[in-house]
């Protein structure tokens, strides 16, 4: 059971470059998430998908968007890459994202991302 | 805005000894947190939640203590091993209207001495 995968592990662009970042969950969830670490700030949620067909902005969503292809793949597209997008980037699920919701989102492995 | 953070930036352990892990929050309607485990280069793993209704869960090695008067969160980690050395956080979901969207901490370092 491979869970949340992401791919490339590592990639590097040229600032204006365009790039985007695939993700994939094998669990069924119908809740996936898109979120940025960087050092020192902690993880931050750039956009998620409540379900399938829906999605929401969270805190950092500029220069970013973002397809849920289907119910298993959500992709996070960088349409004109710049310096400050350089961050490691991981790919999260859960079986649920409503407000009543109580469970614990599953991540991927990443995505290290340099633009020069 | 209201964040989660933790005490200590840095913990180091003997090895097969208890580590505790301290979190605090500061958003009384949080409802939920998660204990995650993150490994250099790999992905967070999740240890361990616990809903507002409960004071303490136990799992395997782990305990989660929530103590809401205070806003204080706590991972104790028994017999304490070289694997566990990593990252850990804390996550709490920003109650009913959060979207089970997670508000994390910055995490803490423990370093397991052999």
């Known amino acids: 059971n491979a869970g949340v995968t992401q791919t490339p592990k590592f990639q590097v662009l040229k600032t204006g470059q365009s790039m985007t970042l695939q993700c994939a969950q094998d669990?069924?969830?119908?809740?996936m998430y898109w979120y940025r670490q960087d050092p020192g700030m902690g993880l931050r949620l750039i956009y998620y998908?409540?379900?399938?067909?829906?999605?929401d902005k969270g805190e950092v969503p500029n220069g970013y968007n973002v397809s849920r292809l289907n119910k298993r793949e959500f992709s996070l597209r960088l349409e004109s890459a710049a310096p400050s997008q350089t961050s490691v980037y991981f790919c999260a699920s859960s079986v649920s994202g409503g407000p009543y919701s109580n469970q614990p989102q599953h991540f991927g492995d990443g995505t290290r991302l340099s633009i020069l | 805005g209201e964040s989660v953070g933790l005490h200590l930036p840095t913990l180091s352990v003997q090895e097969g000894d208890n580590s505790i892990i301290n979190c605090a929050y500061s958003n009384s309607a949080s409802d939920y947190f998660i204990w995650y485990k993150q490994e250099s280069g790999k992905g967070p793993q999740f240890i361990i939640d616990i809903r507002s209704n409960m004071d303490k869960r136990q799992g395997q090695r782990v305990t989660v203590l929530l103590n809401k008067t205070v806003k204080h969160l706590s991972l104790q980690i028994a017999a304490t091993q070289p694997g566990d050395s990593a990252v850990y956080f804390c996550?709490?979901?920003?109650?009913?209207?959060?979207?089970?969207?997670?508000?994390f901490g910055k995490g803490n370092q423990v370093v397991v001495i052999p």
């Open positions: 669990m069924n969830h119908n809740s």
């Open positions: 996550a709490e979901k920003l109650g009913r209207y959060g979207n089970n969207r997670l508000a």
């Open positions: 998908s409540a379900s399938e067909g829906t999605t």
